[in-house]
Nanobody, 115 residues
Framework: QVQLVESGGGLVQPGGSLRLSCTAS????????MHWYRQGPENQRELIAN???????NYADSVKGRFTLSRDDVKNTMYLQMNDLKPEDTAVYYC?????????WGQGTQVTVSS
């Protein structure tokens, strides 16, 4: 079964850090373009970062310089290191890829930034 599972969310104070994980089963992450999206309570789902199979990464302006995407091919896991978190980063974070022309989503992990 092809599946993506996110983890690592939680409650953090402004300025704090979290590391999200996205673990795949049934596919090799290294063979796909992988994305991190987020969806806040009032917002549409927003693409914030992606990594191509060659390792090239892109970031949205809203997270550039604060978030870092990495991939562990041995663990078949993608990570999103989030530093200097702000209240506006509060959202459900999802990993995503396109598998056989279909969008494949994880269940999401909640990140709440609040004092």
């Amino acid at each position: 079964q092809v599946q993506l599972v996110e983890s690592g969310g939680g409650l953090v104070q402004p300025g704090g850090s979290l590391r999200l994980s996205c673990t795949a089963s049934g596919i090799l992450l290294s063979e796909y373009t992988m994305h991190w999206y987020r969806q806040g309570p009032e917002n549409q789902r927003e693409l914030i970062a992606n990594i191509f199979s060659d390792g090239h990464r892109n970031y949205a302006d809203s997270v550039k310089g604060r978030f870092t995407l990495s991939r562990d091919d041995v663990k078949n896991t993608m990570y999103l290191q989030m530093n200097d978190l702000k209240p506006e980063d509060t959202a459900v974070y999802y990993c995503n890829t396109v598998f056989r022309t279909q969008d494949l989503w994880g269940q999401g992990t909640q990140v709440t930034v609040s004092s």
